[in-house]
Each structure stands twice: as C-alpha cells, then as structure tokens.
C-alpha cells in the first residue's frame, strides 16, 4: 500500500505543534517539582526567586540586547510587574492548593480578559464574547458549588491565588496585545525578571523561612527546573512563530490536561464528576476564545 504524504503546510508546522505540547508539558508537570522542593524546605517564593533569576542569566546570555529593549520600554516596566504576579500567584497556588482546582481557575482568563479588553483596547463585547462569560462563569460556579462539608461557595487559599493569577495573566495578554511591536526578547526578559523580582520582595515582605543549607538534591532539582522553564521559553517561543495565535492558543490549553492528569495519579488533586463538568464548561470557554 503506497502512504499517503502529508500535506506540505502540515509538515511544516508540526515542529511548531510539538514546541507548543513541549511547553504545556512542561507548565502542565511544573506543580511536582515546587511541591517537591517545598517539601525540601524551600518555600515556594524562594524557589520562584530562584528558578526565575536562575532563567534571567540565561536569556542575558543568550540575548543581552533584551535588556536595552527593556529599559527603552515603559509598557514593558508594566509587563514585568503584571508578569510577576501572574507566575508568582500561581506557584504559590499549585503548591498550596488544590492543583486541579488551582489550574481551572486560572484557565477562568475569558471572563476577565472581556472586561479589561472593552476598557483599555476599547475592544467591542460581540455575542461569542458574552457566551464565553456565560460559559465560563458556569464552569466556575460548578466547581465551586456548595457540597456536604460547605454551606456556600467556598474559595480555599489556593483557588484565591488560581483566581487572582488568571486575572493578572489575562491583563498581561491585553498588555501585549496593546503593543504587538513589542521587542521579543524585551518580553520574554520582562516576564522571567519580574517573577523573580516579585517573589523576592514578597518573600522578604512576608518573612518566609529562610533558605535552607545547599544540598545537592534540592540544588538539582532547582536548577533542572529553571532548565525546563527555559526550554519552555523557547519552544512556545519557536511555535508560537510558526502558527496561528488561535492554534497556539488551543494547543496550549493541553496544559490543563497534563497539570489535571498528573495531580489526580500522583495524589496531589482530586477529579470528582461535578469538577471535570465545571473543567469542561471553562476549558471550553478558553477554547472559544482562542478560536475567536
């Protein structure tokens, strides 16, 4: 039997498509090693701290002309802030949550990218956009619908840090959809340095407990992980250049699946028929938004 050949736009952007699944693979499994370095007495803001600066010195290795882009750039300033307490919020919620829970909360961006949308892009609310609100809000009252040990919605510590990173995650969108010029390697280097500047402050803000004595297995683990956020880096980097933002977009939800499946084996979330209903319902609300 002669194989049928792919078409030729396909096999070009497979690399792109796999760069993307690397990355949701990496962001999607990211919740283990802070849970184990925590465990290793390495408070999750200190290991933010460090894996993040730990990515800085690689991208001014690799692009130290990121570093004039960002200084050039007020709105970048504002990235890096925004950035920071993005990924900050959400290690602190992976790591003290629930992470099924954590992740789908996040994944809430359309019912706040809508908003801040209308407000700084002044871009028009159509009806997709009000469905996703619709649907997206749906799946959130379902996840955190009253049950047997809860007399009403009920938010633990870590659905707050879930709610409040998606939040920032989807302003830092609007911000860089206001400057798409932007210089690449200014943002990427604002991201990275502003989790690393903002888990600092918070860390000596909030009086964490120290850093422990350096010992090779939470040494290990910190740097191995700071090497995956890089490889990340460059490979959402890779596809997101080689595809359509709303292909891009809807690869990248696979994270959810990774960060879900993985918690569920490993013991560190729980999936309930009434949680994957309210996953479903958000998951399927960022996909309309990616598909926009």
């Given at each position: 039997m002669t194989?049928?050949?792919a078409?030729?736009?396909?096999v070009?952007?497979?690399?792109?498509?796999?760069?993307l699944?690397?990355?949701?693979?990496i962001w999607?499994?990211s919740?283990?090693?802070?849970?184990?370095?925590?465990?290793?007495g390495?408070?999750?803001?200190?290991?933010?701290?460090?894996?993040f600066?730990?990515?800085?010195?690689?991208?001014s290795?690799?692009?130290?002309?990121?570093?004039v882009?960002?200084?050039?750039?007020?709105?970048?300033?504002?990235?890096?802030l925004?950035?920071?307490?993005?990924?900050?919020?959400?290690?602190?919620?992976i790591?003290?949550?629930?992470?099924?829970?954590?992740?789908?909360?996040f994944?809430l961006?359309?019912?706040?990218?809508?908003p801040?949308?209308w407000?700084?892009?002044r871009?028009?609310?159509?009806?997709?956009?009000?469905l996703?609100?619709?649907v997206?809000?749906?799946?959130?009252?379902v996840?955190?619908?009253?049950?047997?040990?809860?007399?009403?919605l009920?938010?633990?510590?870590?659905?707050?840090?879930?709610l409040l990173?998606?939040v920032?995650?989807?302003?830092?969108t609007v911000?860089?959809?206001?400057?798409?010029?932007?210089?690449?390697?200014?943002?990427?280097?604002?991201?990275f340095?502003?989790?690393?500047?903002?888990?600092?402050?918070?860390?000596?803000?909030?009086?964490v407990?120290a850093l422990?004595?350096?010992?090779p297995?939470w040494l290990a683990?910190a740097?191995?992980?700071?090497?995956?956020y890089?490889?990340?880096?460059?490979?959402?980097q890779?596809?997101?250049?080689a595809?359509?933002a709303?292909v891009?977009?809807?690869?990248?939800?696979?994270?959810?699946?990774?960060a879900?499946?993985?918690?569920v084996?490993l013991?560190?979330?729980h999936?309930?028929?009434r949680?994957?209903?309210g996953?479903?319902?958000?998951?399927?609300?960022?996909t309309?938004?990616?598909?926009e």
């Amino acid at each position: 039997m002669t194989p049928v050949a792919a078409p030729a736009g396909t096999v070009r952007r497979l690399p792109g498509v796999l760069g993307l699944l690397i990355s949701a693979m990496i962001w999607g499994l990211s919740w283990w090693p802070l849970q184990r370095l925590q465990r290793l007495g390495v408070d999750p803001l200190w290991s933010t701290s460090l894996l993040f600066s730990g990515v800085v010195v690689a991208i001014s290795l690799i692009q130290p002309q990121a570093w004039v882009a960002l200084w050039r750039s007020r709105r970048l300033w504002l990235v890096l802030l925004v950035s920071g307490l993005t990924n900050t919020l959400f290690n602190l919620g992976i790591t003290t949550g629930d992470v099924v829970r954590v992740v789908l909360l996040f994944y809430l961006m359309p019912v706040w990218i809508v908003p801040i949308a209308w407000l700084v892009l002044r871009e028009p609310v159509s009806g997709q956009r009000l469905l996703q609100l619709v649907v997206a809000t749906s799946g959130a009252l379902v996840v955190l619908w009253p049950d047997a040990a809860h007399a009403s919605l009920h938010l633990q510590a870590g659905d707050w840090m879930g709610l409040l990173a998606g939040v920032c995650f989807a302003l830092n969108t609007v911000l860089l959809r206001h400057d798409p010029d932007a210089d690449r390697g200014g943002r990427v280097l604002a991201m990275f340095l502003g989790s690393s500047l903002i888990a600092t402050v918070l860390a000596l803000g909030l009086t964490v407990p120290a850093l422990p004595p350096p010992r090779p297995e939470w040494l290990a683990l910190a740097c191995g992980l700071a090497g995956l956020y890089l490889i990340s880096n460059l490979a959402m980097q890779h596809g997101a250049s080689a595809l359509p933002a709303n292909v891009s977009a809807v690869i990248m939800l696979t994270e959810v699946l990774w960060a879900t499946g993985s918690s569920v084996w490993l013991g560190a979330g729980h999936a309930s028929l009434r949680l994957l209903l309210g996953g479903a319902l958000i998951v399927g609300s960022a996909t309309l938004a990616a598909l926009e």
